[in-house]
């Protein structure tokens, strides 16, 4: 992880940190340390759920949000996440999450090098097929071709953008990172992983080997570091 940016989490109204491969905190008490660890455990689904208590001043009317960048996404990771990761081999997720009269829902998006002028056929819940064959018989888009299905016409227009980046910029999609709670949370999880240990906890407690414990997560991603440079 290079870069964190939160927003109305907690005590924090609108934070960026850019984060070394060891990276202190400092701060005199309410100041924000745990709710920043916690913001990045929440990114990753882990701890308790978020809360309507969580919304910074209370305002539930503007969503919680968490941007992570990561770095150094190459080989085969840039690969799985084909679109996602930049020539600099940078990655950036947002995670967000909205309150509607308490219910609370979240999605992830990534930020996608992609075609401004397919960003409503990807948002539109139905008449896909014929909202992107619109655009195909438009002409504006030279050798796009119409598509029979749904899935069909998310290929070609990927084909269309990776054959035309000039025509492309960098947008946060729609919120379906590889459909994110399965496929998504599976492509990150192969890239990065989070042991989070609270800031108010009794240390021996992480220090004994058991399963699901801080330690024992550690060792986990250590022994298999090393198995797969072997």
């Known amino acids: 992880i290079t870069s964190v940016s939160v927003r109305n989490f907690r005590c924090l109204k609108d934070i960026s940190v850019s984060l070394g491969s060891l990276t202190g905190c400092i701060g005199i008490n309410g100041s924000g ?23 910074y001043g209370g305002r539930l009317d503007e969503p919680i ?14 690969a799985e996440l084909s679109g996602y990761v930049s020539e600099d081999h940078q990655l950036r ?42 655009l195909a018989d438009s002409g504006a888009f030279p050798g796009l071709a119409k598509a029979t299905s749904q899935e069909q016409a998310e290929e070609r227009m990927a084909e269309w953008e990776h054959a035309h980046p000039e025509r ?10 590889f459909g994110w709670k399965q496929v998504g949370g599976a492509k990150l999880a192969s890239i990065s992983k989070c042991v989070y240990v609270p800031a108010v906890r009794e240390a021996q407690e992480d220090a004994v080997e058991r399963r699901g414990s801080a330690l024992e997560q550690v060792i986990d991603l250590v022994l298999r570091e090393k198995l797969a440079a072997n």
């Open 33 to 55: 340390k745990s709710a920043s660890l916690l913001s990045i455990a929440s990114f990753y689904g882990i701890g308790d759920s978020i809360r309507s208590e969580d919304w």
């Open 65 to 78: 949000e968490v941007e992570v960048t990561f770095g150094e996404v190459s080989g085969d990771e840039a």
């Open 93 to 134: 997720l947002v995670r967000v999450w909205t309150n509607d009269s308490g219910s609370v829902k979240d999605a992830i998006h990534g930020y996608r090098f992609s075609c401004a002028d397919f960003r409503a056929v990807r948002e539109a819940q139905t008449g896909v097929r014929d909202m992107y064959n619109e």
């Open 168 to 177: 492309c910029e960098w947008i946060r999609d729609e919120g379906k990172f």
